[in-house]
T-cell receptor, first 113, second 113 residues
Framework: QKEVEQDPGPLSVPEGAIVSLNCTYS??????FMWYRQYSRKGPELLMY????GNKEDGRFTAQVDKSSKYISLFIRDSQPSDSATYLC?????????????FGAGTRLAVHP | GEEVAQTPKHLVRGEGQKAKLYCAPI?????VFWYQQVLKNEFKFLIS????????ETGMPKERFSAKCLPNSPCSLEIQATKLEDSAVYFC???????????FGPGTRLLVL
């Protein structure tokens, strides 16, 4: 069993839809939870970063962490064609000034006009 | 610089040849990470550095892979005697001392024929 599970999709939605992306994990030591967006043939770009359980909002994006269920989500409101990309969840334990990210497999999202 | 720089963008090698990839971390970042991204977006951690010191090399296939981060030089990842399965995109990321997030470069796409 992988430490981080993420449905690879693809997920196809119409423009303006609310998108929900999710990851589950098995390591209860994970403390930091991140969402990266990766466009085709580009490097991952950090979208959201949260610590511990709760919600964090940034514009059209909301990240949610439920540590009791070992479940994290990224919501995209009013989705746009420019949101079409692969979304990777990543999580880590920060120890000794260092963290190693464990990535999910990534979910491919297509937003069509 | 303000972004992680990686060279070359593309690299083609015949099986058995050597491949060398370079990474310049963001100025002031003391941690450097190398990842291998194979099909279906699976990210595999290879090695991390704190300044010029190897911090964690648990992901490195040591018989053919080596990496260095020397002062005043780009970091490098070298693959001796490449194999077909080494074909992947290799990403470098860097992180400041006290942050948990990592910032990625655009990657080097290696194709072994």
């Amino acid at each position: 069993q992988k430490e981080v599970e993420q449905d690879p999709g693809p997920l196809s939605v119409p423009e303006g839809a609310i998108v929900s992306l999710n990851c589950t994990y098995s390591n209860s030591a994970f403390q930091y939870f991140m969402w990266y967006r990766q466009y085709s043939r580009k490097g991952p770009e950090l979208l959201m970063y949260t610590y511990s359980s709760g919600n964090k909002e940034d514009g059209r994006f909301t990240a949610q962490v439920d540590k009791s269920s070992k479940y994290i989500s990224l919501f995209i409101r009013d989705s746009q064609p420019s949101d079409s990309a692969t979304y990777l969840c990543a999580m880590s334990v920060f120890s000794g000034g260092y963290n190693k990210l464990i990535f999910g497999a990534g979910t491919r999202l297509a937003v069509h006009p | 610089g303000e972004e992680v720089a990686q060279t070359p963008k593309h690299l083609v090698r015949g099986e058995g040849q050597k491949a060398k990839l370079y990474c310049a971390p963001i100025k002031g970042h003391s941690y450097v990470f190398w990842y291998q991204q194979v099909l279906k977006n699976e990210f595999k951690f290879l090695i991390s550095f704190q300044n010029e010191n190897v911090f964690d090399e648990t992901g490195m296939p040591k018989e053919r892979f080596s990496a260095k981060c020397l002062p005043n030089s780009p970091c490098s990842l070298e693959i001796q005697a490449t194999k077909l399965e080494d074909s992947a995109v290799y990403f470098c990321a860097s992180s400041p001392q006290s942050e948990e997030t990592q910032y990625f470069g655009p990657g080097t796409r290696l194709l072994v024929l």
